[in-house]
């Protein structure tokens, strides 16, 4: 089924976080330099960029309404695209901290909310998770669609928390998704070990060392038995749900991997370690 033909836009952009501040809106200037260097090859924006939030619905058939919430850069583009997947009883806005940094670091961020494991939904079924992939590839088809001329079409990832991880980790897998060039799991893990298919990807996955949800051991085998590139953030006291000290070190080694993984910035790949390891919160097997 189609999307449906209406949208919503922010009138004001969200609030700058610590980690990445917006650009003002007279510095469009600024922002105007920052998309032109978004174009140039390996290289990532240098600029934050201000940002705005746009709803909008989609469906895949009359029973898998996906409303999404996409946060962007206010002007500029095309930019890559993050297809990100929440995890059980959650939603978009739970994860503001992390995708608002993203956006404003030169990302498109798509994140929509699954029709039966998300917060509020009538008929929650966890075993539903294993729709998501198709939901979370219907969703990035319907965003080609209706906005050709903000994405970078060579330039598209998937990432999650949770069963958010187990989605991104499904459309690497049995739900193959070919136009994904990089991945993220956070705090997921494989339902069915599965082999990874098609061509390779950096995939990174970040999880608490502490995790009582989904267990450390769960995803640490996955990424062992990949042989694709990859890196794993090891969060040494971190659980389920990451603490504040340890989420702005996921938020600044996540945004240094989108960085390289999508625009191919070695200097933001060669950040990583150090992003990972400030504070002595976390290490890192970096074998991208």
Request: aromatic share 8%; hydrophobic share 40%; net charge negative.
């Amino acid at each position: 089924m189609a999307a449906c033909s209406t949208s919503k836009a922010s009138t004001t952009a969200q609030q700058p976080i610590s980690s990445a501040p917006a650009t003002k809106a007279s510095d469009a200037g600024e922002a105007s330099d920052a998309g032109e260097a978004s174009e140039a090859a390996d290289t990532a924006p240098a600029e934050a960029f201000e940002i705005q939030t746009t709803e909008v619905s989609f469906s895949r058939g009359d029973d898998r309404p996906l409303p999404t919430t996409i946060w962007h850069p206010a002007s500029g583009g095309p930019f890559p695209l993050i297809l990100f997947s929440h995890g059980l009883t959650a939603k978009p806005s739970n994860y503001a901290e992390l995708i608002t940094t993203w956006a404003k670091a030169g990302f498109i961020v798509a994140a929509p909310a699954y029709p039966h494991t998300s917060e509020g939904v009538r008929d929650f079924n966890a075993v539903d998770v294993v729709n998501q992939p198709a939901d979370a590839s219907y969703v990035i088809g319907e965003l080609l669609k209706k906005y050709p001329d903000w994405i970078d079409t060579d330039r598209i990832a998937a990432g999650g928390h949770s069963a958010g991880g187990v989605t991104t980790l499904g459309m690497f897998t049995g739900n193959r998704d070919a136009r994904l060039t990089a991945g993220l799991v956070l705090a997921g893990r494989q339902l069915i070990v599965t082999p990874l298919k098609g061509t390779e990807a950096p995939i990174m996955f970040v999880h608490g060392r502490k995790d009582d949800t989904v267990a450390y051991a769960d995803a640490r085998s996955v990424f062992d038995a990949m042989t694709w590139p990859g890196a794993f953030l090891t969060v040494t006291k971190g659980n389920h749900n990451f603490t504040e000290g340890s989420l702005s070190v996921i938020v600044e080694t996540t945004t240094d991997y989108w960085r390289w993984s999508l625009y191919g910035d070695e200097t933001a790949k060669s950040r990583l370690t150090a992003d990972a390891t400030k504070g002595g919160l976390a290490t890192l097997t970096d074998r991208l």
